[in-house]
């Protein structure tokens, strides 16, 4: 099974997220979805797939530099359109095991994901 691990390279949370993958030897795929464009119908899976409540971080810097319009979250269409147009509102990383989707980086959690 491909593991894959989406978020931006020089992202905090998502370095621990690799580094902690790499110590543990579980071999994954990393994509910057600044360098590699999901297209809507990948947000759309994405959005299906994982909790929609959290994958819109709303505490970053991203966010806070969007109009009130663009900060409309109200559904899961919209949730879709303002991933495609700002990917960087994402809550990273977000770790595609199968049909699991983990949103953020804990090491207590990522512990229970592989055991």
Request: charged content about 35%; overall charge positive; aromatic content about 8%.
């Amino acid at each position: 099974m491909t593991i894959k691990l989406l978020g931006i390279k020089n992202c905090d949370t998502v370095r621990k997220a690799r580094n902690w993958l790499k110590a543990h030897d579980i071999e994954f795929e990393f994509q910057d979805i600044r360098d590699e464009v999901l297209s809507k119908k990948e947000w759309t899976e994405i959005v299906k797939n994982a909790d929609s409540d959290k994958i819109v971080n709303t505490r970053g810097t991203s966010w806070r530099k969007l109009s009130d319009t663009e900060k409309d979250t109200s559904s899961n269409a919209k949730i879709i359109n303002l991933l495609s147009e700002h990917p960087t509102v994402m809550k990273r990383p977000l770790l595609i095991s199968g049909k699991t989707y983990h949103i953020g980086f804990k090491p207590d959690e990522y512990e229970k994901l592989f055991a």
